[in-house]
């Protein structure tokens, strides 16, 4: 099984920007989809994007898209979402997830069944 593992999560103002890293432990990373979910108290968690670790190809959600980018450093296992012009609203637990392998990303949305493996969580709290 995938391990995962979360970080560069915090607190940051309105309008600010975040780096979130997501550490793969297992080769499943060179072919499969990563995704990047989120999830604030009493609401349902939300996906974010997706990148196919072999082809690269992204999908965002419509709350991301244009503000978020997803990347990926093959060499080090790792998935990044990078988050410009934070809002209240972009405060939850942001979780990665990692499909079964050899599996495409759907391109018509980001969806938590798609995903077998989850990590812990980081936490991002935006202020004004």
């Known amino acids: 099984q995938v391990q995962l593992e979360e970080s560069g999560g915090g607190s940051v103002q309105v309008g600010g920007s975040l780096k979130l890293s997501c550490v793969a432990s297992?080769?499943?990373?060179?072919?499969?989809?990563m995704g990047w979910f989120r999830q604030a108290p009493g609401k349902e968690r939300e996906g974010v994007a997706t990148?196919?670790?072999?082809?690269?190809?992204?999908t965002y959600s419509g709350s991301a898209q244009g503000r978020f980018t997803v990347s990926l450093d093959r060499a080090k296992n790792t998935m990044y979402l990078q988050m410009n012009s934070l809002k209240p609203d972009d405060a939850a637990m942001y979780y990665c997830?990692?499909?079964?392998?050899?599996?495409?990303?759907?391109?018509?949305?980001?969806?938590?069944?798609?995903?077998?493996?989850w990590g812990q969580g980081t936490q991002v709290t935006v202020s004004s």
């Open positions: 997830a990692a499909s079964r392998p050899s599996a495409a990303c759907r391109g018509d949305g980001v969806i938590a069944d798609d995903f077998l493996s």
């Open positions: 297992s080769y499943f990373f060179r072919d499969n989809c």
């Open positions: 990148m196919h670790t072999l082809v690269g190809r992204t």
